[in-house]
Structures are given as C-alpha cells and as structure tokens.
C-alpha cells in the first residue's frame, strides 16, 4: 500500500540494487498469517513495512536491522526467522512511518523463498508469525529485549534437549526465565507452553535452529564486546543499561 513515492524513497533508503527483485505483500495475506493472533485492529487495513533481503555465505547467520518499526524488535524477528528456517541472511526492515512491523515478517520469509529457491511449509509460516506476535505482547509486560532473550533461550534448551511432555516444557520454560530474572504468570507460561508445543511438533531442523542461535549469540558477543558496542552502552541511560545487560549476561553463556 506504499504510494509510488513512498517506494521510491523506500528502495533508496535500502541502497537497492538496480536488478532487485521486488515482491508485493498485500494487507490480505498480513491478516491470514496474523489474524488468529491478534486483532484486526493492530494488523491494520494497508501493508506498509517493507524489508531487504540479501542472502548471506554459508555460516554467516542471521542480521536484521530495523527503522521506523514500533512493535517488533531486531531479535524478535530473529527469533521468528529462525523457526521459520530462514538462515544466513541480512535482512533491513524499514517504513515511511512508524508502524508496528507486521507485515514484514511475511514479506521476509516470502522473498526468502524466492531467494533461497526453498518452499517453507505453511505450518511453520503460521507458527513463525504466532512466535512473534507472542514475544511482542510478553515484551509489553517483562520488557522487549527479556522478551525476545527468553524466546531465544527456550528454543536453545528445547534444541538440546527435546522435551517428551508439557512437563519437561514447563521446566525449561521456567528455568530459562529464572536464568534472566524474569517473573512469568502462570498464564504466561501455559501460552508459552501451547506455543512451544506448536513448534516443537513441526516438521523443524532443530540442528540447524541451534546453530542459528549460536551465530546469533555469537554477533551480539562481539557487538557488545567490542569499542563501538561499549560506547553504545555507555550511551544509555541506567534503565536501558540494565535490560542490555540481561541480554548480554545470557548471551555470553
């Protein structure tokens, strides 16, 4: 739904290339994978984020990078990628106004495929985007980047680990958020126990998931390790400092 305007400003902020391939996410196809999620309200009547792809060397992990996008985070759509199977690529994800960043994800797994010359299942499309859409709303009770470092360390224990029964879910979904000091409700929990029983279910290399998310852990190590990583940090304020720490603490594990 961007005006011709808008996309030409858009491809330029994205240094597209002159032979980019460019594919079309209409509102239609935001409500069919986000509908059953969250409301019709927040999806919105036009499709208005839009996202780079640029398929990476093998090994090189996940990048994304947003502007403009209010709801969802860099790591939130990481995490999402992930058990989408996206792998090795960089990705930007970008709007003329600010906008909670629904419609990229489908988007972004949309142009993947075209990219990558591979077909991700429905299921897993449908379970990618109801990851995100309950990371968001987690975030909007412990905090976005708690958020998204919890999803991050449950799919790593369940990549390890495999659990046999809601049981065993149960215990790693509450050890991972006793690990970053994050309190959950016990309706917090039961929707994460549901969500992660979708995704375990699904046909997912769990293999390739744990390298992801090692990659992933690996970037932001050296990000925050690094001189530009650590005048970042020192750009915060103490409230930012600390959440950023959490991250760091459970990255570097």
């Not at 093998?58 to 969802?72: A, C, F």
């Not at 990851?131 to 412990?142: P, S």
């Amino acid at each position: 739904n961007l005006t011709a305007e808008q996309k030409e400003a858009i491809l330029k902020e994205m240094d597209a290339d002159e032979n980019a391939q460019i594919i079309t996410v209409s509102n239609e196809e935001e409500h069919q994978y986000l509908g059953s999620y969250i409301s019709k309200a927040l999806i919105g009547t036009r499709a208005i984020s839009s996202s780079k792809v640029t398929i990476g060397k093998k090994g090189s992990g996940l990048e994304v990078e947003t502007n403009n996008i209010t709801w969802v985070t860099d790591e939130m759509y990481i995490n999402a990628l992930i058990t989408a199977g996206v792998k090795d690529a960089k990705i930007y994800v970008t709007a003329p106004i600010a906008v909670s960043g629904t419609a990229a994800l489908t988007g972004i797994i949309k142009a993947y495929e075209i990219s990558a010359e591979t077909t991700i299942p429905e299921e897993v499309k449908q379970a990618a985007n109801e990851e995100m859409v309950e990371t968001a709303k987690l975030g909007e009770e412990v905090g976005k980047e708690n958020a998204a470092a919890l999803m991050a360390k449950i799919k790593e224990e369940i990549a390890e680990n495999k659990p046999k029964n809601d049981e065993e879910l149960r215990n790693i979904i509450e050890q991972a958020a006793n690990e970053l000091g994050i309190t959950l409700t016990e309706d917090q929990i039961l929707s994460l126990i549901d969500l992660f029983n979708k995704i375990k279910n699904l046909d997912i290399d769990w293999n390739q998931v744990g390298q992801q998310l090692d990659q992933a852990k690996d970037k932001i190590a050296k990000f925050l390790e690094s001189e530009e990583g650590q005048g970042f940090l020192d750009s915060l304020k103490e409230f930012f400092v600390r959440l950023i720490d959490a991250i760091k603490s459970f990255f570097s594990k």
